[in-house]
């Protein structure tokens, strides 16, 4: 009996946490982010969102947003997280301007579970370090030495694995 009051308690006070913070978020808007909907509580618009990646088109849900509240920059509530998207090249030159100044590089937790230690969720002198060192590894010259290269691996590829296969299969379907 203890036990279920307990549990009833705790329930009890994380419904209470979630309501407020979700109440506060929604009808106190902070005056410092844009303007935007944060969607469902702990959802966001994430169902929304995935809904037009399935569809194969995902920038219906930016379009949507910035037709909707604004065409330069909007707030959203993405897989758990408040995000402000930034639209547009004032918007992502304003990004990448101030990278490492005012703006640092972030990824919800959810993501970084995905993709745990990756070149992605690299972030300050770490990924100046590493960025500095794909640079002069992809630099023009080097590309240039390796097009060649490249040229004869993909055409091997496609004479053992692929030649033929697409006549194969418009005549398969033909039939």
């Given at each position: 009996?203890?036990?279920?009051?307990?549990?009833?308690?705790?329930?009890?006070?994380?419904?209470?946490?979630?309501?407020?913070?979700?109440?506060?978020?929604?009808?106190?808007?902070?005056?410092?982010?844009?303007?935007?909907?944060?969607?469902?509580?702990?959802?966001g618009?994430?169902?929304?969102y995935?809904?037009?990646?399935?569809?194969?088109?995902?920038?219906?849900?930016?379009?949507?947003?910035?037709?909707?509240?604004?065409?330069?920059?909007?707030?959203?509530?993405?897989?758990?997280e408040?995000?402000?998207?930034?639209c547009?090249p004032?918007?992502?030159?304003?990004?990448?301007s101030?990278?490492?100044?005012?703006?640092?590089?972030?990824?919800?937790?959810?993501?970084?579970?995905?993709?745990?230690?990756?070149?992605?969720?690299?972030?300050?002198?770490?990924?100046k370090?590493?960025r500095?060192?794909?640079?002069?590894?992809?630099d023009?010259?080097?590309?240039?030495?390796?097009?060649?290269?490249?040229?004869?691996?993909?055409?091997?590829?496609?004479?053992?694995?692929?030649?033929?296969?697409?006549?194969d299969n418009?005549?398969?379907?033909?039939?």
């Amino acid at each position: 009996m203890l036990s279920t009051l307990i549990l009833l308690g705790i329930f009890l006070l994380v419904s209470l946490y979630i309501i407020t913070k979700t109440l506060k978020e929604r009808l106190i808007p902070n005056p410092h982010l844009p303007p935007g909907s944060l969607g469902w509580p702990l959802i966001g618009e994430t169902l929304n969102y995935l809904g037009t990646c399935l569809a194969g088109r995902p920038d219906w849900f930016l379009r949507d947003r910035m037709e909707k509240h604004d065409p330069q920059v909007f707030k959203t509530s993405l897989f758990g997280e408040t995000l402000a998207v930034f639209c547009g090249p004032a918007g992502n030159k304003f990004l990448f301007s101030n990278e490492n100044k005012l703006v640092n590089l972030w990824w919800p937790r959810s993501v970084k579970k995905l993709l745990k230690s990756s070149l992605v969720n690299v972030a300050g002198d770490e990924a100046k370090r590493i960025r500095r060192i794909l640079l002069t590894f992809l630099d023009p010259d080097a590309l240039k030495r390796y097009i060649e290269r490249m040229d004869l691996v993909t055409q091997h590829h496609i004479s053992t694995l692929w030649e033929g296969m697409l006549l194969d299969n418009l005549l398969e379907k033909k039939s």
